[in-house]
């Protein structure tokens, strides 16, 4: 059964146009990540949430923000998908401390047109 | 300088054969390390975390050189199913939550 769910699988927007990632996880863990990964790059953190401690990496784009409304939930929003947003977003979990493994979700792939 | 180094390939290797791959780090503090297994287009998935005592899981084995600060990832009688991108990732507490990935190393394992 899948674990950590993101929709949608693929996602195509217009420049400029807001758009919503999805993810779901089923674990009950107390942290949710998000990545971006481009092309033969390595994952990248965007941010994290400790259950509803939101903790942004120092150099991601104001044009992304986070939501997670409850523990299974979390939201990543690109306000303005510029053409180098266009990525794989990877929504991961852990139980608790850094230390302990991440399971990642499928990722979304995003197309900027 | 890049905080995780790995050699990016391919490595190109026929079936039964032993391969082996180095990622370096360049933060002394880094406490914790993984290798994760990523399929073309698909999400990373751990493979192993690796302990300062060296871990085996089947025909895989993992080694942690602190003092050189490398990780290295020995895969024996690669199977075609091998064939992946092997990413090295390590955290630094200091860092938060952030793990650090490497850029992976590919791997091509032919019949």
């Known amino acids: 059964d899948a674990m950590v769910i993101q929709n949608p699988r693929y996602q195509v927007t217009q420049f400029g146009k807001p758009v919503t990632l999805s993810c779901s996880q089923t674990?009950?863990?107390?942290?949710m990540y998000w990545y971006q990964q481009k092309s033969s790059q390595a994952p990248k953190l965007l941010f994290h949430?400790?259950?509803?401690?939101?903790?942004n990496e120092a150099d991601t784009p104001d044009n992304f923000q986070s939501r997670r409304p409850n523990t299974s939930f979390c939201f990543l929003d690109i306000r303005s998908p510029g053409l180098g947003d266009a990525a794989m977003y990877l929504c991961?979990?852990?139980?608790?401390?850094?230390?302990?493994?991440?399971?990642f979700g499928p990722g979304t792939r995003l197309l900027v047109l | 300088r890049k905080e995780v180094e790995q050699d990016p390939g391919p490595f190109n290797v026929p079936e039964g054969a032993t391969v082996a791959f180095n990622c370096t780090y360049s933060?002394?503090?880094?406490?914790?390390f993984f290798w994760y297994r990523q399929d073309c287009r698909k999400e990373p998935k751990l493979l192993m975390s690796?302990?300062?005592s060296g871990n085996e899981d089947g025909r895989f084995t993992a080694q942690l050189n602190r003092a050189s600060q490398y990780i290295s990832l020995l895969i024996r009688d690669s199977k075609l199913s091998d064939s992946a991108t092997y990413l090295c990732?390590?955290?630094?507490?200091?860092?938060?939550?952030?793990?650090?990935f490497g850029k992976g190393t590919s791997l091509l394992v032919t019949p």
């Open positions: 933060n002394s503090a880094s406490q914790s």
């Open positions: 949430y400790y259950d509803k401690d939101f903790n």
């Open positions: 674990l009950n863990h107390n942290v």
């Open positions: 991961a979990t852990s139980r608790s401390s850094v230390e302990e493994t991440q399971y």
């Open positions: 690796v302990y300062s």
């Open positions: 990732v390590v955290n630094t507490a200091n860092s938060g939550y952030a793990l650090n």
